[in-house]
């Protein structure tokens, strides 16, 4: 595996943020960390990885903003979006629904509470 691989992640959660992120740098992925969709912007920018593990409910901006607009940007459509979602038990009371999942651009989807390993194989599966 190419140890240069910069995965983002980007979530409201910072400890759900440190867990994926020691997992992914015990499989020797570099780490870049945002905690909502402008710091995400930010750090694509800055940074450009490879691939972004997106919580969808945020503040500021959420996870469907991130990547309609990252898919919409010829200069970072090629990024991998894999986006983690909760929606799906509480989309009754949030603003958040099934449409927006289905039309939004992701790689991937996760559930929440996400299996590390299951993202782990994931995450193994497009940095290849």
Partial sequence: MDNKTLILVVDDDPDLVEAISMKLESENYRVA???DGIQAWDRIR???PNLIILDVMMPNK???QVCDELKKDPQYSNITVVLLTAV???VTSTKYTHMDGKT???DEF???PIDLDSLMEIVK???R
């Fill in 33 to 35: 960390k945002a905690y």
């Fill in 46 to 48: 800055q940074e450009r």
């Fill in 62 to 64: 959420n996870g469907y």
């Fill in 88 to 90: 799906g038990e509480s």
């Fill in 104 to 106: 939004a651009l992701a």
């Fill in 110 to 112: 996760i559930p929440k």
């Fill in 125 to 127: 599966d497009y940095t």
